[in-house]
């Protein structure tokens, strides 16, 4: 268990839905990551907030955007929802989102759309 | 760009042998870190083992240790001893930016036969 909780596990959906994931990063950890796994793509890095900003944007479709708390927890929101956006979401967090900080994923959501 | 190879798509040990993974990766940065990560069936990302590139020494955890070679841009995973437990899909990742985003290679899928 790495300590970092991700809800729900599983969600399904239809295309053209909205959803969000959210996430608790470890107790201490002020970064958090989003990464979406899929078997066409990867492991791709979405987004990364750090203490309530957000310090890095990776590959993230306009369709999609996340935020970060002042408790530190994280939510990624999906809107209109495609075939395509099926995944496993990961969170992960680490101390201070420092360059080469270990990070420490959840378990993920495993979004299926419909 | 900053890219992560996994040549070998799988892998397969026997039990109480010694596998080595291999990772290639292209960078033109000269501080860096890199990472592997273990994926299980239960799909949970867990944290294996760290290098940092400054370091010449190469980095243990237990029965994990790493090849790091710098000016080759090269990256294995020596797993000994190896236990059905170890079955799974290993990561290599990298990170190199202030944002600290990792960027995954494809994966090895890693058998342990009894």
């Known amino acids: 268990d790495s300590g970092v909780t991700q809800t729900p596990k599983h969600l399904i959906t239809a295309t053209g839905q909205r959803v969000t994931l959210r996430c608790s990063p470890r107790?201490?950890?002020?970064?958090v990551y989003w990464y979406q796994q899929s078997l066409d793509q990867g492991l791709q890095f979405l987004i990364q907030?750090?203490?309530?900003?957000?310090?890095a944007k990776g590959n993230i479709l306009e369709r999609f955007s996340a935020q970060q708390f002042p408790d530190l927890h994280s939510e990624l929101n999906l809107s209109s929802l495609e075939l395509g956006d099926s995944a496993l979401y990961f969170c992960a967090s680490s101390v201070d989102g420092g360059r080469g900080d270990e990070q420490y994923f959840g378990p993920g959501t495993r979004l299926t759309v419909t | 760009a900053q890219t992560v190879t996994q040549s070998q798509p799988e892998m397969s040990v026997q039990e109480a042998e010694t596998v080595t993974l291999s990772c290639t990766y292209d960078?033109?940065?000269?501080?860096?870190?890199l990472f592997w990560y273990k994926q299980p069936p239960s799909r949970q990302m867990i944290l294996v083992i760290r290098?940092?590139?400054?370091?010449?020494q190469n980095a243990t955890e237990n029965r994990f240790s790493v090849n790091f070679q710098k000016a080759a841009k090269s990256f294995s995973l020596k797993i000994s001893d190896s236990q059905l437990g170890d079955a799974a899909m290993y990561f290599c990742?990298?990170?190199?930016?202030?944002?600290?985003?990792?960027?995954f290679g494809a994966g090895t899928i890693l058998r342990v036969k009894s």
């Open positions: 290098q940092e590139a400054y370091k010449q």
């Open positions: 960078t033109s940065e000269s501080d860096y870190y």
């Open positions: 907030y750090y203490n309530g900003e957000e310090r």
């Open positions: 990742a990298y990170s190199w930016e202030y944002g600290n985003k990792l960027v």
């Open positions: 107790s201490g950890d002020l970064s």
